[in-house]
């Protein structure tokens, strides 16, 4: 099989497998037990309390684990407008292409009455600083801005918002899960005061995340319950989990520039080939996005049937985010970059991973054309555009 779904989920490498296996033979007690087990198991979590938090520049003290990506942009969504509604600040700033893990919350918050306003993004996918300032008011509460987008891939200003809310003293939260371990981050140069990451997106095992938040920033908890992580998030701590998500970061970071690199050189050969085909536009902007993101519209096919075909071939891809999948709605990111309903139906996303290889890249642009052809050759609206009784979208 051809992986190409890494911004879905990645395999768990060995490095994680193997520190998890070691975690759960030999510290396997209750980090919160006073005991030698307990205090083998709170030793490993403090130690990757520390290697997580030296992957974004941040201090130990200010990461705490979640069960996700989704868990971490709750908290700290949720954390900010309550800090903000002791405050008589109820609004909010996010923007329009949001993992839905915040755009849902942030919907559940109108509901309780805050105000939202979500910043359009240009063409290209990338939100403009000057449109987020333009948002800013005395009453916001929170800024959440992603760090890069997981359907298009796109590398949000992130520092130069951070910036903006910093001189502001708004907090500014970023959405990072698709970023860390594969883009630089460093939430001090970046201006970051809350920043969410998920362990499965760069190798290590999914159900496990962080969220950093600021020193003196207070957090509220989501979970009640017991006083772990320092009473900010209730439930005896997934050691085995938090373990391999720090070793497969450690180990993202210190490979990162040369998976770049690679990842780079194949997703530009992927995107040149699939430019070959007619009628096609990539999504986001061409340098500005994540060195393993691939994202196209081919105009007159359903995404779906693509998928399918593709999977037949022995190539596993994506068609708009896996969590929008399984629903009929096109997807809001390519919405909001202007394709209109009938082209972004017609999306594929191809994320690469480490792993991927030269051949693969050349086998995948075979097997797209073939599909794209095959589908075509079916498809009533592909022949309404051929007879122009309709006219295209994508020249
Ligand atoms: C940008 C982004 N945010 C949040 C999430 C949710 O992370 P998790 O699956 O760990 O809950 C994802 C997962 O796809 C994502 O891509």
Known sequence: MIYLDNAATTKTGQVAQQAMVACMEECWGNPSSLHTPGQRAAEV?????????????????????????????????????????????????????????????????????????????DESGIVKVADVEAALREDTALVSVMFANNEIGTLQPVEEIGRLCRERKIPFHTDAVQAVGHVPVDVEQQNIDLLSLSGHKFHGPRGVGALYVRRGLPLFPLIEGGAQERGKRAGTENTPAIVGMAAALKEACAHREENAARER?????????????????????????????????????????????????????????????GSLDPSHVLLAIGRPHEVAHGSLRLTLGEETTEEEITKTIQAVEEVVAYLRAMSPVWRQLQKGERAYVIQ
């Not at 997580?52 to 868990?71: L, N, R, V």
């Not at 800090?83 to 993992?99: C, D, F, N, P």
């Not at 519209?297 to 022995?314: A, R, V």
């Open 265 to 325: 050189k194949l997703r530009d050969q992927l995107i040149a080939g699939l430019e070959q085909i007619p009628h096609s536009a990539l999504n986001g902007d061409r340098e500005r996005r994540l060195p393993g993101n691939v994202n196209f519209c081919f105009e007159g096919i359903e995404g779906e049937s693509l998928l399918l075909l593709l999977d037949d071939k022995g190539i596993a891809a994506s068609s708009g985010s896996a969590c929008t999948s």
């Open 45 to 121: 979590l403090e130690r990757a309390r520390e290697e997580i938090a030296s992957a974004i520049g941040a201090s130990a003290q200010e990461i705490y684990f979640t069960s996700g990506g989704s868990e971490a942009d709750n908290q700290a969504i949720r954390s900010a407008a309550a800090l903000g509604r002791r405050q008589g600040k109820t609004h909010l700033v996010s923007t329009a292409i949001e993992h839905h893990a915040v755009l849902h919350t942030l919907a559940a918050l109108e509901k309780e009455g805050f105000t939202v306003t979500l910043v359009p993004v």
